[in-house]
């Protein structure tokens, strides 16, 4: 039998990482938008499976710990980036 089933049902929703509470920790599950805004985001260290951590959010803009580094991302593309926590 398949374990795929059990993983399902414990697996975290996926959400946009602009909606990761201030303090949260996720990992991140996919990258959406234009190629080069994806190919950016991979160099800055947003792979799939990659913790990251909100470190806060002001106005829809957010900052993120990723790697050891902190970064500030605008609305529109922490929204391209899924979360799972």
Do not use: W
């Amino acid at each position: 039998m398949e374990s795929n089933g059990e993983s399902s049902r414990n697996a975290s929703p996926r959400i946009p990482l602009a909606f990761v509470a201030c303090g949260q920790k996720a990992t991140v599950v996919g990258v959406h938008g234009a190629k080069e805004v994806r190919r950016h985001l991979e160099s800055l260290g947003f792979t799939e499976g990659s913790c990251v951590k909100m470190v806060s959010s002001a106005g829809g803009d957010v900052i993120v710990e990723v790697r050891g580094a902190q970064i500030a991302l605008d609305r529109r593309v922490a929204m391209g980036v899924m979360a799972a926590g």
